[in-house]
């Protein structure tokens, strides 16, 4: 069902209105993405790749002591 509005541009329909909004979302979504990707790719600055090798270090720590509990408490179930 669609919804009609008045608004300065005469009657616009509230459906049309979201779709347009969906696909604009869309379409920042996808540059954002690939703004953030073509900077990480090219990226040369020293600091950044620090900070992303830190950010791996501590996510492996953590999925290794979270994988080592879990996998002893399975093998306590067997």
């Known amino acids: ?16 209105e979201q779709e347009i909004m969906r696909r604009n979302w869309k379409k920042n979504i996808s540059t954002i993405k690939k703004t953030a990707f073509r900077e990480g790719a090219t990226s040369t600055d020293i600091e950044s790749d620090v900070m992303f090798q830190m ?10 002591k979270d994988g080592y509990t879990n996998g002893s408490y399975k093998s306590t179930m067997m």
């Open 1 to 16: 069902m669609s919804t009609n509005c008045q608004s300065e541009h005469g009657d616009v329909s509230s459906d049309d």
């Open 55 to 64: 950010g791996f270090d501590n996510g492996y720590k953590d999925g290794f």
